[in-house]
């Protein structure tokens, strides 16, 4: 699969991915480019939807019980 890659002079290459972190040259100005990690950054995106889709919804601990003894103390006087 062909990485793409444009010259600064506009030109459109497509490098052989195992070019990825090299350099190359363009045929059009034969400006000298470096070919981009295309293939890791996206494997590393798809890694991390991969884990997004496969956790589990995080099951919602169970609300931590207010203390009632306090809220109740409460409503027997000072509050207002
Ligand atoms: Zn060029």
Do not use: F, N, W, Y
Not at 54 to 69: D, F, G, I, L, Y
């Amino acid at each position: 699969m062909p990485i793409p890659l444009t010259c600064t002079c506009g030109r459109s290459l497509r490098v052989k991915e195992e070019a990825a972190g090299r350099k190359v040259r363009c045929p059009g100005c034969g400006a000298v480019l470096t070919v981009p990690h295309l293939q890791a950054r996206k494997s590393a995106e798809d890694e991390a939807l991969d884990v997004l889709l496969t956790e589990p919804p995080a099951e919602a601990p169970p609300a931590a019980p207010e203390p009632r003894s306090t809220t109740s103390d409460d409503t027997t006087g000072s509050a207002d």
